[in-house]
């Protein structure tokens, strides 16, 4: 049984959020490695079970075409109850299943060699170093596809990813350095594995001996209005959008969500595999309170922050059409418990590289995306395994000095980072054997071309045309790409990335940490960030000052313009963007105060008076390289 932490605080005019520290959590046994914990912030996305913070949309304008919108956080005044978040990386790419773990004969001696489970096993410490706190893993169940995304047996956990023991093994090493495992829920549909009297695959076996509810399902589990009646079952007709190509899970039916919890709750507990937290799939497919039922079932009541994919592409015709203020009714439809993935903030920073206009990123008025409205709720991203090559999606453009630009912005502003596997360590397995297509070294952004929905794309792969590609008239043909990557996807800006994920943790940056806009032109965005406070004498007695760490960044093609003062670290230093760490003094806190009404995060203390760290915290005790504090 985990101990239990909880902080609490109240929205401040300045958008800040104030705390009084009252106990302890650490998930799993992080508290045997305490002294392995960045001095910042606890580690982990974290949310106590009762209400979310959240800032109400003073302003939820009309989105305009390629262009992102400003989101206008206000004042609320209710209590609400928050803990540090974390920085996530998704621990795969669309091709981490090629070759295939279960077909030796794909791997090139005809011999398995490392599976990608071990891959990432071997990376868990270098991810703990760097200061991440939880990985999303690819679905890890039986699959018609071998990526996982066309699920069937839930309960066999033998994938092309890797096998039931080394799911496990990865698990617990992932546990056994506080590293928290996001699991992908592929929950909207499911395919079949054998044939009815009609000939279609709606019939679900469930071979395996388990102590959980059966999902040995037929055509009743199904939705009845399938666009293709060959996938369609017996079950209610559903408002939301369909998934082509297989069965729809009617979540309306309350055994469907009986068995699912079952399932879920199997994935989650400790004792079991130990997932710490959701991921849902397509979760436009399905009402939004089913997800709050299967959270609240599940990882809610733990703390833990789920994420909805919630992105609405046009039927592939614009993926910049989900809008903040569609993902703000969805994630407020779940009452704050499970946040989303932030794709308008991803077209603010996909149209700012692309265009050359760096005030994209925000301005005095208010910042992009749902991060400008519920930060706390906002997973900000800069591409996944849907969006970047080989799928290509909605691909960030080939340009190695914008994508440091873009990490940058992301790493020190508010929500919750979500990086992507290969922009931190490549293609290569743990046999130095590169997983699918060999990545092209030699591309750049000019290599490839802006598509008819204003898109920039990269070329294809052999083997189909780019008319193929793009006919116009058929948004449903997108998934033929085979988009060829550049070298972005080496892992070549991996050590400098996780500089910046280091400087994030240590400076105690959070998903609601107060921005303050200081330029917004289009050579330059330039801004500073608000992280934890470090009390001095007011806190210990010894004669320190009270201190506030702050990230300062400065993106666009003037940032090596601005002058660094002397008390500046440098963090990260490239031709389009310069991010800084300092501290400034802020005037003491009586003894008598348990908050910082200004500067609201954790601070180092004596451990009696509240501090997550033990007295006898040293910054040696610290595991990262760099010291930016």
């Known amino acids: 049984m985990r101990n239990g932490a909880r902080v609490f ?202 102590d959980n509810r059966r999902l040995d399902w037929g055509p009743w589990a199904l939705i009845s209005n399938h666009p293709d009646p060959d996938l369609a079952g017996t079950g209610a007709a559903k408002k939301e959008p369909s998934y082509h190509a297989a069965p729809n899970v009617d979540h309306s039916n309350p055994e469907v969500r009986e068995a699912l919890v079952s399932w879920l709750n199997y994935m989650t507990r400790p004792r079991n595999l130990g997932f710490s937290s959701l991921r849902f799939d397509f979760a436009r497919g399905y009402n939004a309170k089913y997800i709050k039922e299967y959270v609240d079932a599940t990882v809610w009541p733990r703390g833990e922050l789920s994420i909805g994919e919630y992105w609405d592409d046009d039927g592939g015709r614009d993926p910049t059409y989900t809008s903040a203020e569609i993902l703000t009714n969805f994630v407020d439809s779940m009452d704050g418990h499970a946040g989303a993935f932030d794709f308008p903030l991803k077209t603010a920073i996909h149209q700012a590289a692309m265009n050359n206009d760096w005030s994209l990123l ?49 790493l020190s502003h508010p929500g919750i980072p979500c990086l992507f596997w290969q922009h931190v360590y490549g293609k290569k397995n743990g046999d130095g054997f590169v997983n699918g297509k060999e990545v092209d070294v030699t591309l750049c952004e000019t290599d490839g071309q802006v598509d008819k929905r204003g898109i920039w794309v990269p070329p294809n792969n052999p083997g189909f045309s780019w008319e193929q590609r793009w006919p116009g008239t058929e948004p449903w043909t997108v998934g033929s790409q085979d988009a060829a990557q550049g070298p972005g996807y080496t892992g070549i800006c991996g050590e400098e990335i996780k500089k910046m994920v280091t400087a994030r943790s240590q400076a105690g940056i959070m998903s609601t940490s107060k921005v303050e806009v200081l330029v917004s032109e289009k050579d330059l965005y330039q801004a500073v960030v608000t992280g934890r406070t470090i009390y001095g004498s007011a806190r210990s007695g010894e004669s320190r000052e009270d201190a506030v760490y702050q990230l300062m960044v400065c993106i666009g093609p003037k940032a090596r313009e601005v002058q660094a003062k002397e008390e500046w670290k440098t963090v990260s230093y490239g031709s389009l963007h310069a991010l800084y760490a300092f501290k400034t003094s802020v005037a003491h806190v009586s003894m008598e105060e348990s908050v910082d009404a200004v500067h609201p995060h954790t601070y180092l203390g004596d451990a009696t008076k509240g501090s997550i760290l033990p007295a006898s915290f040293d910054k040696a005790d610290t595991v990262s390289t760099y010291d930016f504090f």
């Not at 920085?87 to 011999?111: A, L, N, T, V, Y």
């Not at 910042?367 to 800069?382: D, E, H, K, Y």
């Not at 996944?384 to 080989?390: E, F, I, L, R």
Request: glycine share 8%.
């Open 9 to 210: 605080g109240t929205l401040i005019a300045d958008h800040s959020i104030s705390y009084s520290l009252e106990s302890h959590r650490f998930r799993g046994n992080r508290e045997l490695h305490i002294k392995s914990i960045r001095p910042c912030i606890m580690l982990g996305i974290r949310r106590t079970p009762s209400s979310m913070a959240r800032t109400s949309a003073s302003s939820l304008g009309k989105k305009t075409v390629m262009k992102p919108e400003l989101m206008h956080r206000t004042r609320q005044s209710s209590a609400i109850s928050v803990l540090p978040d974390g920085i996530i990386i998704q621990g795969f790419h669309w091709e981490s299943s090629k070759p295939d773990c279960r077909d030796p004969s794909q791997w090139p001696d005809g011999k398995v060699g490392s599976t990608w489970y071990s891959t990432v096993k071997d990376k868990v410490k270098d991810m703990r170093e760097a200061g991440f706190t939880d990985i999303w893993l690819p679905p890890p169940y039986q699959s018609v596809s071998q990526e996982g995304y066309l699920p069937t047996k839930l309960y066999d956990l033998n994938s092309a990813y890797g096998g039931y023991r080394e799911l496990r093994a990865l698990l617990r090493e992932l546990q056994a350095q506080g590293i928290g495992a996001i699991l992908d829920c592929v929950l909207n549909h499911r395919c079949g594995d054998q044939q009815n009297e009609k000939g279609k695959w709606v019939i679900y076996s469930d071979e395996l001996a388990h």
């Open 362 to 410: 925000g301005s005095k008025e208010g910042l992009p995306g749902l991060m400008g409205v519920r930060p706390g709720l906002a997973f900000t991203f800069i591409d996944n395994h849907d969006t970047a090559p080989p799928q290509a999606h909605y691909p960030f453009p080939d340009n190695l000095p914008k994508l440091l630009a873009a990490h940058a912005y992301l």
